[in-house]
C-alpha cells in the first residue's frame, strides 16, 4: 500500500513569490492534515480536513495561506507571497477517521527555503 | 490546554546500552498519549500510543513507554539501541476529536559507536 505522497520535496524561491504543495494522502483516508514544522520543533496543525471540508483551520495564517482539498481526496497548500519565515518543512497526513485514536499516517514533507 | 515537554533536547548513548527518552505532559483531563520517530529526511513514523488499560506500552522496533498518571509522565525505553535507531524521537499527546495533537519539541537520539 502506498503511503502519503508529497511533492515537491524540495523548494528554494525568493520572498514574494508564491509557492504550492501537494498531496496525495493513503487511498480511503477521510482525514488530512497539514503541518508545520520548524527546525528544532515538533510539528504544528496548520489545517485538518474531514472529506472535503475545512474542520480545524484556526491556526492557517489565512492572510498568505491558503488550502484546498476538492473531492475529498488530493490536497494543496498555497502561500502566497512567501516570506523569509515561512522556510521550514510542511508536513501532510493523513488518518482513517481522524478520531483522537486513529493513527496518522505522514508523508516524507517538503522542505520549503525563502531566500 | 494540554502542553507536552520534552526534558532533553539531545540524548547520546552508546550502541547496545539502555536509552530512556523523557516526556511529561500537562492536562487536566485524560488524554492520549503517542510516541512518534523520524528519520534524517523522512516523515513521522507512530512508535506506539497509549489509549487506556495497561500503562505499559510497547511499540515496534523493541520500543515500550510506560505511562504514569501521578507523575504526567510517558518515558520512552528500548534496551538495547542500535546506529539505526539514530532518529528525532517527539512525543505527543491529543485529547478528544475536536482538540489536535500536540506534539513536543522533539529529542535527538544520538547514538555512540
Known amino acids: 500500500e502506498a503511503g502519503v505522497v508529497q511533492s515537491p520535496r524540495y523548494k528554494i524561491i525568493e520572498k514574494k513569490q508564491p509557492v504550492a504543495f501537494w498531496c496525495n494522502p493513503i487511498?480511503?483516508?477521510?482525514?488530512l492534515y497539514w503541518y508545520l514544522q520548524n527546525l528544532g520543533q515538533g510539528p504544528e496543525l496548520l489545517i485538518r480536513y474531514e472529506n472535503e471540508e475545512a474542520v480545524d483551520d484556526s491556526q492557517l495564517p489565512k492572510d498568505r495561506f491558503s488550502a484546498e482539498r476538492l473531492k475529498g481526496v488530493d490536497s494543496t497548500l498555497k502561500i502566497q507571497p512567501a516570506e523569509l519565515g515561512d522556510s521550514a518543512v510542511y508536513l501532510c497526513?493523513?488518518?482513517?477517521?481522524?478520531?483522537?485514536?486513529?493513527?496518522?499516517?505522514f508523508g516524507p514533507g517538503t522542505r520549503l527555503t525563502v531566500l | 490546554a494540554q502542553s507536552v515537554t520534552q526534558l532533553d533536547s539531545q540524548v547520546p548513548v552508546f550502541e547496545e546500552a539502555p536509552v530512556e527518552l523523557r516526556c511529561n505532559y500537562s492536562?487536566?483531563?485524560?488524554?492520549?498519549l503517542f510516541w512518534y520517530v523520524q528519520y534524517p529526511n523522512q516523515g513521522l513514523q507512530l512508535l506506539l500510543k497509549?489509549?487506556?488499560?495497561?500503562?505499559l506500552v510497547k511499540g515496534i522496533n523493541g520500543f515500550e513507554a510506560e505511562f504514569n498518571k501521578s507523575q504526567t509522565s510517558f518515558h520512552l525505553r528500548k534496551p538495547s539501541v542500535h546506529i539505526s535507531d539514530t532518529a528525532e524521537y517527539f512525543c505527543a499527546v491529543r485529547l478528544n476529536r475536536d482538540d489536535k495533537i500536540i506534539f513536543g519539541k522533539g529529542t535527538r537520539l544520538h547514538i555512540l559507536p
Open positions: 497526513a493523513s488518518s482513517a477517521s481522524g478520531g483522537p485514536t486513529d493513527t496518522q499516517y
Open positions: 497509549y489509549l487506556s488499560g495497561s500503562t
Open positions: 487511498s480511503g483516508h477521510n482525514t
Open positions: 492536562s487536566s483531563v485524560s488524554v492520549y
